[in-house]
């Protein structure tokens, strides 16, 4: 009997240490609650095993004190565990810090006894066949120990009790399980704890081992069932899922809602979404994940459809089933963000990145068909911006996308490429030249601004694409460079792009990158040509330019100057020059030619951009010259363009002494009236003013009158262009002093001028 008993609680105690073991493996927050109770069920076996095994009484006392105490602390941890495994509000009446100083008083006098026998004591009993044990027995006072087990157990079941009442169906099962255990637990501990064989103990190990399984292990199936089925029915995504058959299983609310047949969703094709969803299922062997339009009347649902299927563990389907989810309201907030990515907000065409992207794709798949590229401004738009305000200017603009959607209407892509320049890509044989000439009349914008009517020109630029390959960027330059030739004529409206233009447009482009290092590398050379009297007699000379090439070779002024007079550049040159001169000025001053000047070349954009009048002060101070010595040419466009400034200018740099010229007289807006009031110091006329006019006779009257007039006035006259022995004298008849010209000398290097008429 013994023998059993002792295997069996052997046995119980290596299964005990294996829930033990395992109870470090669990996260779970009971972890440590539970192993505490299956270490307290174990030292209570190991105890009680001691307790049957021993021969000697001291032993057995003791083995026997520490069950109990053992049995105190099961109890409490015990209790902690109903507390927090339930995890109800009941933890609020049970002090456990009172129940642990109970426990602890409960302990120490329990220990005591093994001195005093106070509570129990033990009687050696013999049984048949030479088996003996101690029996317990008990005093009075130890009823106290089984009050206070009795207290702890109560609190265990009424917490899991309470809890199990409280908690939703499904988990009562469990709670139950382990309150009932508990109960059994008690009473076999009460019956039996007399007798030879403690039950109870056996009792421990099921608790211990049954606390650990619903902890841990036990979930209850329906429990399982029943969540799933909540969380798919309130799913945001519809879940349908079908047998092997295509038969539906199972599908949630909202798969019920997209599958509603009264009022259906369909696709283009008149497909309902559970027909397509069932025909997708029974064709494709394949998983995929879909985007789908389906409509519901007029609403759209865009639709992502992911179907799943379900295999067994020998890969054999077992069924199938569809996620679907409603991404309308993404979508669309993402194609309106793509929208506004790619296209111009103020007008709605595409914007330059959009066009050229869309441009480059269509110029590249329609390799064989001959397409052009427009481009458009607006003349002066910035005049319509800056007077009638950019509201106005918004609306041009916006008028302008109208009109050319409603007249090119068979453009393949509109752009606008920014500010008022919009691009057009177009095939050649839809393209004329009327398409664009409504606009000329203006019609569009009247009426536009209150009052205000303003006539609006577009310019139009074509390329016709011949290069394929160039960045769609470089076409619409192209497009923009015909404007640029046409820009400021009043006749014309449309200009087309040739190859002799990209030639000039290179070309000049390739002048304004070398400027700089022409500049300082000295390949601008300053040529001087001889201004004399009629016999010959040098007076001084003329500064001008000439740029020596290193790839190009000799250039003309003729040739850069208006390219850098475009963009300004040309005062660059000028101021270079300039200070040339004026070296050379100080130069001849050292060898004693002071009587010499120079004249340099002013271009009207000059007046722009420098301040002329503190250069060249701060020239003849740099250079200790009289300001005498140099001339300024000054052309009549200049002065026309601010009149009342230039004029100012123009006295206070004779004030200071320099000599001011009037250069190519005649040949601007030059009027007789102008004469009275320009104070210049010298007039310089250009024999090309007789050559161009068709009377010659009556144009060298003319000439008479302005020199007359002009010696009359005090300025002297200086005559260039002049190329042969006649010109030179009629022009001394009338009364012309100074020359310049090919007949005299041609321009010349410093070097040889100086050699020719200083040596
Ligand atoms: P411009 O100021 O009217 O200079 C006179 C031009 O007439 C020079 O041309 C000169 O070589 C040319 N010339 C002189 N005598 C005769 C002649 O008998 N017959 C003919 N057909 N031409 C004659 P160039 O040197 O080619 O200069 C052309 C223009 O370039 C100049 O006209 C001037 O406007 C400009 N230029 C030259 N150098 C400079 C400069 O340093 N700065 C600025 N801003 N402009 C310059
Ligand atoms: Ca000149
Ligand atoms: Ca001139």
């Known amino acids: 009997m013994k023998i059993l008993l002792a295997t069996i609680l052997t046995v119980a105690l290596v299964v005990i240490g294996i829930c033990i073991f395992k109870t470090y493996k669990e996260k779970h927050r009971l972890a440590k609650i539970v192993r505490n109770i299956l270490l307290t069920g174990l030292l209570i076996v190991l105890f009680n095993l001691v307790s049957l095994l021993t021969r000697f009484e001291p032993v057995c006392l003791v083995a026997y004190s520490a069950y109990f105490v053992a049995s105190d602390w099961l109890l409490y941890f015990l209790l902690q565990f109903s507390l927090e495994y339930i995890g109800n509000d009941f933890e609020k009446h049970v002090k456990k810090k009172y129940m642990c100083l109970l426990l602890l008083a409960d302990s120490a006098n329990i220990l005591l006894n093994n001195v005093f026998e106070h509570l129990y004591t033990l009687k050696h009993v013999s049984l048949f066949g030479g088996e003996s044990y101690y029996e317990l027995v008990v005093y009075w006072p130890f009823a106290v120990h089984y009050f206070i087990i009795l207290m702890v157990a109560a609190f265990c079941l009424i917490s899991l009790f309470y809890g199990a009442l409280k908690a939703p169906v499904f988990y009562r099962k469990k709670y139950m399980t382990i309150a009932v255990i508990m109960v059994v637990l008690i009473v076999l501990y009460f019956i039996t704890f007399k007798s030879a064989i403690d039950v109870s103990v056996i009792g421990y190990v099921i608790e211990g081992i049954c606390i650990y399984y619903c902890a841990f292990v036990y979930t209850p199936q329906r ?15 519809a879940l349908f899922v079908m047998d092997i058959e295509g038969k539906n299983l199972y599908s949630n609310k909202y798969a019920e809602e997209l599958f509603d047949t009264e009022s259906p969703l369909v696709n283009k094709e008149g497909i309902t979404l559970e027909q397509w969803c069932r025909d997708a299922y029974m064709n494709q062997e394949e998983e995929f994940t879909k985007q789908q339009t389906f409509y519901r009347g007029d ?99 916006q008028n302008i996308a109208i009109m050319l959607k409603e007249q090119v209407t068979k453009a393949i892509y509109y752009g606008r490429l920014g500010n008022d320049v919009f691009s057009i890509l177009m095939a050649k044989e839809d393209f004329s030249e009327a398409l664009f000439a409504k606009e000329e009349q203006g019609a569009y914008f009247s009426g536009m601004t209150r009052d205000v009517s303003f006539p609006i020109i577009n310019y139009i630029g074509v390329y016709e694409i011949t290069e394929r390959t160039l960045p769609v960027s470089v076409m619409c330059d192209r497009a923009r460079m015909a404007i640029a030739k046409i820009k400021g004529d009043y006749h014309k409206r449309i200009s087309y792009y040739d190859n002799v233009m990209r030639d ?106 420098l301040n002329i009048y503190q250069i060249f002060t701060e020239l003849v101070e740099k250079y200790d010259i009289a300001p005498q010595n ?47 009031d320009i ?32 010696k009359e006035l005090g300025m002297p006259v200086i005559t260039e262009g002049v190329e042969n022995a006649e010109q030179a004298k009629f022009l001394s008849e009338m009364g012309c002093e100074m020359f310049q010209g090919y007949y005299f000398a041609k321009p010349m290097t410093v070097e040889e001028f100086e050699n020719r008429y200083l040596r």
Request: glycine residues 6%; proline residues 2%; aromatic residues 10%.
């Open 223 to 237: 429990l399982l069932q029943k969540t799933l089925f909540q969380v798919t029915q309130d799913m945001s995504v």
């Open 299 to 397: 609403e759209e649902l865009i639709l992502k459809i992911q179907l799943q299927r379900m295999v067994d563990a020998h890969k054999q389907l077992q069924g199938g089933y569809f996620v679907v989810q409603d991404r309308t309201e993404e979508i669309i907030a993402l194609r309106k963000e793509r929208y506004l990515a790619t296209h111009d907000s103020l007008t709605g065409l595409y914007n330059k990145q959009r066009f050229y992207e869309k441009c480059e794709k269509y110029i590249n798949r329609h390799a064989d068909k001959e397409l052009l590229m427009i481009c458009t401004d607006i003349k002066e738009f910035k005049m319509i911006n800056d007077f009638l305000g950019t509201k106005t200017g918004d609306l041009v603009l």
């Open 504 to 609: 000039t447009i290179l070309h000049e482009q390739e002048l304004i990158s070398d400027l700089n290092t022409a500049i300082s590398d000295g390949q601008l050379k300053m040529y001087l040509q001889p201004q004399t009297s009629v016999s010959g007699e040098l007076l001084g000379a003329e500064a001008l330019v000439r740029w020596i090439h290193p790839e190009k070779g000799f250039i003309m002024p003729g040739d850069f100057i208006p390219v850098f007079e475009k963009n300004g550049l040309i005062s660059d040159v000028d101021r270079y020059i300039w200070e040339v001169a004026c070296k050379q000025l100080r130069k001849w001053k050292e060898e004693g030619r002071e009587d010499l000047y120079i004249s340099v070349n002013i271009s009207p954009r000059d007046f722009y951009f």
């Open 630 to 676: 140099i001339k300024l040419e000054i052309t009549e466009t200049a002065i026309v363009m601010d009149f009342k400034r230039q004029m100012e200018l123009i006295s206070r740099l004779r004030r200071t002494g320099f000599v001011v010229e009037m250069d190519d007289f005649g040949s601007g807006y030059s009027s007789l009236n102008m004469l009275k």
């Open 679 to 710: 104070h210049v110091d010298v007039l310089k006329i250009d024999m090309a003013f007789l050559k161009k006019a068709e009377d010659e006779e009556r144009s060298k009257k003319i000439l008479q009158m302005i020199i007359s007039l002009s």
